[in-house]
Antibody
Framework: QVQLQESGPGLVKPSETLSLTCTVA????????WSWIRQPAGKGLEWIGR???????NYNPSLKSRVTMSVDTSKNQFSLNLSSVTAADTAVYYC???????????WGQGTLVTVSS | EIVLTQSPATLSLSPGERATLSCRAS??????LAWYQQKPGQAPRLLIY???NRATGIPARFSGSGSATEFTLTISSLEPEDVAVYFC??????????FGGGTKVEIK
């Protein structure tokens, strides 16, 4: 199974930008897609968006105005920026890879981000 | 947005019993539906993809069925290690992937 690892601040102030990075690997340029998915404590999963190894992105319409994703294949990383955060953005954030099945077959361990002053 | 509704919210069964979990889509997703298992403190794990295909390494007691708007995950004989929350997810529209709210499976 492919290893993914999220990193970034665990605490972000309201109205600021949440920034996370995921270390990934892609053995075939042009065919890898990675997503960010979040989960508030005790709740369900919410897909934030995805980006390909060539920079093609799709975002959840409900978050689209605040989300930016980018990829740096030279560093084997892709990133999430979520602007103007509120307490409602407090969650465990996962990065996940789209596998050959076209579903998420590899996940990071998740990183808790708390929005609080 | 395609809404996935899972039922029941909680399922409490004895070891060896059959577990039947339901996922209903607000519009047809063809067979583009997956099931994930999430144990406490862990990331989700892919169990079933495209409605009925078991992912690599998944025990045969897990099976999926359905199409269009009605889907079922069946655990044929519940094991203690199956205690988890199970989520369905559709990929009919990659611009708007969605997950169901989850079903929690408990052991009596």
């Amino acid at each position: 199974q492919v290893q993914l690892q999220e990193s970034g601040p665990g605490l972000v102030k309201p109205s600021e930008t949440l920034s996370l990075t995921c270390t990934v690997a892609c053995d075939s340029i042009g065919s890898c897609y990675w997503s960010w998915i979040r989960q508030p404590a005790g709740k369900g999963l919410e897909w934030i968006g995805r980006i390909s190894s060539t920079g093609i992105s799709n975002y959840n319409p409900s978050l689209k105005s605040r989300v930016t994703m980018s990829v740096d294949t030279s560093k084997n990383q892709f990133s999430l920026n979520l602007s103007s955060v509120t307490a409602a953005d407090t969650a465990v954030y996962y990065c996940a890879r789209r596998g050959a099945s076209n579903y998420f077959d590899s996940w990071g361990q998740g990183t808790l981000v708390t929005v609080s002053s | 947005e395609i809404v996935l509704t899972q039922s029941p919210a909680t399922l409490s069964l004895s070891p060896g019993e059959r577990a039947t979990l339901s996922c209903r889509a607000s519009q047809s997703v063809s067979n583009f539906l997956a099931w994930y298992q999430q144990k406490p403190g862990q990331a989700p794990r892919l169990l079933i993809y495209d409605a009925s295909n078991r992912a690599t390494g998944i025990p045969a007691r897990f099976s999926g069925s359905g199409s269009a708007t009605e889907f079922t995950l069946t655990i044929s004989s519940l094991e203690p290690e199956d205690v988890a929350v199970y989520f369905c997810q559709q990929r009919s529209n990659w611009a708007g992937l969605t997950f169901g709210g989850g079903t929690k499976v408990e052991i009596k």
